[in-house]
């Protein structure tokens, strides 16, 4: 049955190849099996106990993406507030963040299945982003529990995978939509979220997002390289082409403030910030 794993295959990889593990772990519902088969993946492929079939078109009759039955998926709109007011406020907040590195977990592993025909260096550098997300996700996890909540607690929203799910048809799109837009939009909120957890004496969770910012900024440069590599390869211009793909997919509009040093970092060429410069200067 579909989703339906025992307990010995749910700490262990039923496979030797690198892709369909990850379409195993991508469709593990409980996050500790989901967390144990990526650390495993990344053990055996770094100790070539893994292969890896570039070219094979991988059949999925798995319901995907797994998922424990909380967090309650909600519109955003409706997801409760955030306040550093309140230690429940700021759980909520923390549990925002986890519910995204969660999700995030997800789209590298459905980075890795899904799409044949990219180089090995592909599977690898999304492999090596799903191992950080997962210690994100671990490292914030624990970090509500030491609060007293537990992911699941409060209500979530379905944003990040929405756009997964749209450029499932195109790894350029995927690469163009999902690290360079949806996750960048991480980088410019981190320094906000650090300082405002700073500031109310959240030293453990300020520390926290400086993980997460320092790894995501490496996690946007992957989309970075590949999305430069497919314009390449298909004789794209790549403002034209993002530009284009925004339209097409209806991807979240772009909006001030920008983390324009971290978005450097992650490889960002000069005219893509230049686009984001005139976002700020003509807001609207």
């Not at 094979?56 to 519109?75: F, S």
């Not at 925004?246 to 450097?264: D, H, I, V």
Request: charged share 20%; with cysteine; net charge negative.
């Amino acid at each position: 049955m579909p989703n339906t794993y025992n307990a010995q295959m749910q700490h262990e990889l039923p496979h030797a190849e690198l892709r369909q593990s990850a379409l195993i772990a991508l469709a593990a519902t409980e996050p500790a099996d989901k967390m144990a088969q990526v650390r495993t993946a990344l053990h055996r492929w770094q100790h070539g106990q893994l292969t890896v079939d570039t070219q094979v078109q991988l059949d999925n009759d798995l319901i995907i993406p797994g998922r424990p039955d909380k967090p309650q998926l909600v519109p955003p709109l409706q997801v409760q507030r955030r306040t550093m007011r309140t230690p429940e406020g700021r759980a909520v907040l923390l549990h925002a963040l986890c519910h995204i590195e969660f999700n995030a977990i997800n789209l590298a592993l459905d980075a890795i299945w899904r799409f044949s025909g990219m180089p090995v260096d592909y599977y690898t550098d999304w492999l090596t982003v799903a191992a950080e997300e997962v210690l994100h996700f671990s490292l914030l996890s624990e970090h509500l529990a030491g609060m007293g909540y537990a992911y699941g607690d409060f209500t979530g929203h379905d944003t990040l995978w929405e756009m997964v799910a749209k450029t499932q048809g195109d790894v350029l799109a995927r690469m163009a939509l999902v690290p360079r837009t949806m996750e960048a939009r991480g980088l410019d909120a981190a320094p906000s979220t650090r300082n405002k957890l700073a500031q109310v004496g959240d030293h453990a969770g300020a520390a926290i997002i400086d993980i997460i910012l320092r790894d995501e900024i490496g996690h946007v440069a992957t989309g970075n390289r590949w999305f430069s590599f497919l314009c390449a390869q298909r004789g794209l211009e790549p403002v034209a082409c993002y530009a284009r793909l925004a339209a097409q997919y209806a991807a979240p509009k772009l909006r001030a403030p920008f983390n324009l040093e971290a978005r450097r970092a992650a490889g960002f060429t000069e005219d893509e910030l230049a686009v984001l410069q005139n976002v700020i200067n003509h807001p609207g």
